[in-house]
Every structure is written in C-alpha cells, then in structure tokens.
C-alpha cells in the first residue's frame, strides 16, 4: 500500500476524497445557547455520525448560566428509507454468497485463459454466471409478485393485492434487463413492459400513473351502478392497454354493463363490439419467449412476430372500418372502443393522452409504434423524444437511472446508484455494468493513479468495506469484499483485524478464523500475542499464558516464566504456592529461565506425596516423598534460598517415627546443604524466605536425630 499506515491517521481503511462526491449540507438542531466550546465527532453504528456538542462556561457566577452539552446522532446515509436496518444486514450477508462464487468464477475462468485450455471442454458465457448471480441477488431483494391470492375472488377487483416493491428491487432488476439477461435482448420492449407492471406503483409516489388512476378508480367500482356511463371506465382502460395490461383491460371490459343477460337483448351490436375488442387485445402478437399467464399470442422469431402483427393490425383496421359502430346506440362505449383501436392502430395522440408520464408514454411506443426497435441507440433517442412530450414533475430515484441505462452512461448509473442506493448496490451492480458492456469494463476495472493506483471498481468495494466494518453486526463479512481487492484488499484488512477488540474470545476467534481462512499466519500470531499480553496485564493469567502459547510466543512466555519464579520464591508457603499452580501446569516445563521452571514442577510433585503423608498414608507414601526432597536438593536448578523451606516442609520426614527415613549419606548431604545455607546467608544478596525464626534450629534438630537414629539403625542391620 502506498505510503504506508502513517497516511490513513483518522484511523479510515480507506484513503477518500471529500471531492469525489457532491458536499452535502446536514443541519444540527442541538439547542445550546452559544458560546459552543467544543465540537466532538466519532463514528457512530452504521453511516452514523455522533456528533458532542459542548458549552463553554460563561464566566459568571451564577448558577443560571451552568455549562452543558448535547449529542446529537446524524444519519449520513440519503438512499433506502423504504429499508430497514435489519433488512439491509439481512441482503447484506445475503449478497456474499453469490458475490463470492461470482469472483471465484472469475479467477477460474482467468486461470483457464491462461492455461491456454480448450473452450469446448470449460467454456461458458460469462453472461450466464452474471445472470445467476443477479438473480441470487434479486431473490434477496423480495418478490413483487408475491402475494395470497383470496379463497372467494372479487370479479370487480381490478388490482390484484400484492406486497409493494421497493425501489432498489426496481432498480436491480431493470440493470438485468439491460445488462446481464442477453438472451432477452431480442424482447427488450416486453420485459420493459413486464417492469412497469410491477413497479408503476412505486412511481406513484411522486406523479399520476396509470396504477395510481387504477387504485382511485377500483376504490369507487363499488358504487358505479352503469360502469360504462362513467368517463373514467373508459380512462382507465385506454390508460392501462397503451401500457400493455392486456389482462387488466379484458377484464374491465368484462364489466360493460352489455355482458349482464338482462341486457343481451337489447344490445346485442353493442356486446358484439365490445367482445370483438376484447378478442383483439387478447390476440395481440407478443415478441418474447413465453407468456406466463399474460394475454396475447407468443412469437420467438421476428418474421413470424413480423407476419402475425400485420395480419392483426389488419384486423384492427377491418373492424374500425366496419358498419357496426353505426348500429351502436351507446356513445361513451363507441368513443371509448374507437380510441383503444386507435391506441392498437399507434395512434401519438392517443397514445399520449392515455399515459401520464413519459415511461409509460415510452412504453406505449415500443408496443404500438416500434415494437421493432433494436439498439440503446435508437431507444435513448425515442426516451428523448418522449421526455419532451411527457415530462415528469419531480425527479423519482428510477428515473436518472433508466436514463442513464439508455444514454449507456456508465458514470451516470454509478453515481444514480450510489445517490439513491448506496454503496452495496454500487459494489454488486458492478458486476452487472462489466459484463455488459465492454467499454464498461475498460472504465471501471483500469488501474487510475488519482485513485492510489486502484480501480473504480476496487474503490467502491473498499468504500463498501468500510461502510461493514465500521458495524459490530455486519464487520465479519468485509473480509469477502477486501479480499477482491488485489491492491491494497489484503493490506486493509490486515488493519482491520488489528482493530478489533481482542478481550473476547468470540471475537478473537472470529478474528483467527478469517486470518487462517485468508492464510494470514503472520496475523494471527501478533493477533494471539496481542489477546495474550492484554489478558495477562488485566490479571487473566492462565488466558493470557493459554494465547502466547498458542502463538508460540518464547519471549513472553519466559519473561512470565521468570515472575511466576520470582512470584513463588518471595514465598513458598502452600498458600501461595496454591495460588500459582494452576499457571505452573499451564505453562509447562519447556519454558526454561531462572533455574528453569523444572523446579516448580518437581516442587508440586513434592507437595502432593507430602500432602499424602499428612493425610496418614503409609510408610510407602513417606519414602516416596522423602525421595522427592532428595531429587529437589540434588538439582542443580533448585535455587539455594529454597533449600530451607524445603526441609522446614519435610520436618514430618525427618521425625519419622516408625524408623529413619533418611540413610546417613542422605542425612549428611542434607547437612552439608544446611551448611552452605548458613554461608549463604551472611551475603548481602541473599533473599530471605518467609519463614518462622524457629525453622533454621528445628530442621538442625530433626536432621541431627534422623542422623544419630540412622546409625544406630545401621550398626544394629549390617548390610551383606
């Protein structure tokens, strides 16, 4: 990484310009009376700032005038409002799946690219791994067709009851339509039409649409006694045919009061139009690959669509020539029915007085107009066209965004992207952006120096790295995007395992998990040695010892080695002793410093076969011990300042009183240790033992008559 750790001092993963995106104005409403002394501002959870605002004292003496402050959170994040928090986390961990396989795909398919390997044998459309990808990812963002269809149906229900879409479902999918899904390119203006039946709804929210008028109009159904009389039944029908819902129109059809059988009688002629209309539109010639429950006949192939649309609009020109509308008494059905022939006919007129805005004045021209249109070239010019004659009031979050599409401004999407959707769709819609377009991929996978020697598309995923790391439930999963990064990626994330806490051993287990994932042993280790040291200086000792261990860390574990001896030698005292045993046992005998901690170890073991004999076991259990106290007074290892302490412990031995424990070469060399002892302790670097001032002068005692006892013992058994 250029410049190393001192350039990201504000403790940022990534090196941002405030100037690569547009200054935005937020308002702090704290409440204070100035003078405001002191502005703190730290990061709060998520893309929230927490920002402490402090009083200065007034310099008064009165208690009415008292110094205060305020915090105040502000949400920098302007995209998504129709998500919540939990469902954002919830796509969030959703997407790594995909967005992983997608990468890992990548580096195979580059892999096999070098290797020279036949295409035939491993070969796949990248387009196909893109398309599954963003459908992964769309599963993720809901399903706008998802509903619980009634036991009883109403036939006035005009709409069916369906969760409501959000604008980033919207926004994804209408990116796959023109960028991932190539096999549907042929039918580009029918899965625009597709689009617009389920998302029209959401651009409701900022202009009159054809679902808005469908809504007002369904909510007043109930009340129309002749449907046919009212002039909105006949709005909304042309309104919702220039769109292409063809279903929707049959069915409001339907409704005309010349269907009830009471009426058949007398308007036989006017029935017969309206059924021949309804015919018309569910015969009409569809350019896509099935139908799927939608009216219409399906065509794969543009001759035959070609022929069948002929044939069709000929029928359409036969019947709005014919005789019958003569015979036809009722003036709003024969005005209503001669407009939508005209909107089937590609009437501009009708066209536009049907639609309210100019997508839906965009789509009624792919279908009745241009159905042939072929090339974002020629439909950002018809767009064009159609934003003259149908603008739209106020600016919705879709709209820049299709523009952009059309206008094949790849900047434009990025920037619609992340204005309205944030960094997540930025960092996936990448994806999308790249395997649609070449010149796209040249833009945003080219190394730039102004961006530290990074792509775009590396600067976005580390932006989104960020945005993840910097909350305690979605941290975990930044490693995925870092990890694409092949400049500055593994760098960063080195960084971010670094700052995160260590004192629990779920986090730091998280932590050691992705570094042996990421095959980042250098990091774990300094990990292990970090929760080591901060577990040992917060009086953890055994997790502290338990985490140097395992990051084989000799110097620390000696160091402690060595107080653990200090510690111990201060005071050898079963209490004290009690109190290190459990880190003697931890720490081992391979830590080798002072004497080496061997010592403390055969000094347990000496405990425990002591503690036996105080517990009133047999004589076996005594010469075991005793021969404990011998193999400790013969080590060279043992320290002399414990020689005393212990044959003070062993007072019990030596005043056996079944017999003599301890033989005369045992005895003498016990005394010869005693001896030097006595030496030692005129030095002044000598360290006294806590011990009773009586300790010295009783082991004389007792080795003293151990000593006359094992004489006697042996002049009395001779040994052949």
């Known amino acids: 990484m250029r410049g190393g750790d001192s350039d990201y001092a504000d403790g940022s993963l990534v090196p941002f310009s405030p100037e690569s995106q547009q200054s935005v104005v937020y308002s702090l409403h704290h409440g204070l009376k100035p003078p405001i002394g002191r502005l703190s501002i730290s990061w ?49 961990y959703g997407s790594v799946s995909p967005f992983a396989l997608l990468q890992n795909r990548r580096s195979s398919a580059s892999a096999l690219s070098k290797m020279s390997m036949s295409p035939s044998l491993y070969h796949v459309e990248w387009w196909e791994y893109v398309m599954e990808y963003s459908k992964d990812i769309g599963s993720l963002l809901g399903n706008p ?5 009634p036991l009883i149906e109403d036939p006035k229900a005009v709409l069916e009851t369906v969760e ?80 292409g819902w063809l279903e929707l129109v049959v069915k409001l059809l339907r409704l005309h009061g010349s269907y009830q059988l009471d009426q058949l009688g007398n308007r036989e002629t006017e029935n017969g139009l309206v059924e021949a209309v309804a015919v018309l539109i569910s015969k009409m010639p569809r350019m896509r690959p099935e139908l799927r429950g939608k009216f219409g006949e399906c065509f794969k192939v543009k001759p035959d669509f070609t022929k069948a649309w002929e044939k069709w609009r000929a029928q359409i020109t036969k019947l709005d020539s014919s005789a019958f509308w003569i015979e036809c008494n009722h003036p709003q059905t024969r005005e209503g029915l001669k407009n939508m022939l005209q909107i089937m006919l590609g009437s501009s007129n009708s066209l536009s007085s049907a639609t309210c805005h100019w997508v839906e004045l965009y789509i009624s021209h792919l279908l009745f107009i241009r159905p042939f249109t072929v090339g974002l070239e020629s439909m950002y010019s018809l767009a064009q066209k159609c934003i003259q004659l149908k603008p739209m009031s106020s600016t919705h979050s879709l709209i820049g965004l299709m523009i952009g599409i059309l206008g094949e401004n790849t900047e434009v999407v990025l ?10 769709m930025v960092v996936h819609a990448i994806e999308l952006l790249t395997a649609g377009s070449d010149q796209a991929e040249v833009l945003l996978q080219e190394e730039r120096n102004n961006l530290g020697e990074i792509s775009i598309a590396e600067l976005h995923r580390l932006i989104y790295a960020q945005v993840l790391s910097s909350h305690s439930l979605t941290w975990q999963i930044s490693p995925i995007y870092l990890i694409s990064c092949m400049k500055q990626g593994m760098e ?13 051993n779920e986090m730091l287990l998280k932590n050691i998990e992705i570094c042996r994932l990421y095959e980042l042993d250098s990091v774990c280790s300094k990990l292990m040695k970090i929760a080591g040291v901060y577990h040992w200086k917060h009086g953890r000792k055994g997790s502290g010892v338990f985490w140097l261990q395992q990051a084989h860390d000799e110097v620390r574990l000696n160091r402690i080695a060595q107080h653990l001896f200090d510690s111990v030698g201060k005071s050898i005292s079963d209490e004290s002793f009690k109190q290190w045993e459990g880190l003697i046992e931890l720490l081992g005998s391979e830590s080798k410093t002072a004497g080496g901690l061997d010592f403390l170890h055969k000094y347990r073991d000496f405990k425990k076969s002591l503690k036996q004999v105080h517990g009133g076991k047999t004589t076996d259990a005594a010469r075991q011990a005793v021969e404990s106290l011998l193999s400790l007074m013969k080590n060279p290892s043992t320290p002399q300042k414990f020689w005393l302490p212990l044959l003070s412990d062993s007072l019990k031995l030596l005043n056996w009183k079944e017999r003599p424990l301890l033989s005369v070469p045992q005895t003498n060399l016990l005394l010869n240790k005693l001896q030097d002892l006595s030496i030692a302790r005129v030095r002044p670097d000598y360290v006294e033992v806590e011990l009773p001032k009586e300790a010295l002068s009783s082991v004389r005692l007792a080795l003293a008559t151990n000593l006359g006892r094992a004489i006697l013992e042996e002049q009395s058994c001779p040994t052949f």
């Open 145 to 149: 067709k998802s509903s619980t269809s």
């Open 415 to 424: 920037a619609e992207c992340l204005r309205e959707f944030g960094p997540w």
């Open 164 to 243: 409501k879409p959000t604008c980033l479902k919207a926004a994804w999918e209408l990116m796959e339509i023109f960028y991932a899904d190539k096999q549907s390119q042929p039918w580009l203006p029918e899965r625009l039409v597709d689009w617009l039946t389920d998302y029209d709804c959401l651009l409701s929210s900022t202009e009159t649409t054809v679902h808005s008028k469908l809504v007002r109009f369904q909510q007043e159904l109930v009340n129309l006694q002749i449907i046919e009389d009212d002039p909105r039944y006949w709005e909304v029908i042309s309104a919702a045919l220039a769109v």
């Open 492 to 504: 960063l994330l080195e960084i971010l395992l670094y700052k995160q806490p260590v004192q629990h």
């Open 44 to 92: 709060g959870r998520g893309n929230t700032l927490r920002i402490s605002v402090l009083q200065s004292p007034s310099g008064k003496d009165s208690d009415e005038e008292k110094s205060g402050g305020k915090v105040i959170e502000v949400k920098l994040s302007n995209g998504g409002r129709e998500i919540s928090e939990s469902q954002r986390r919830r796509i969030a």
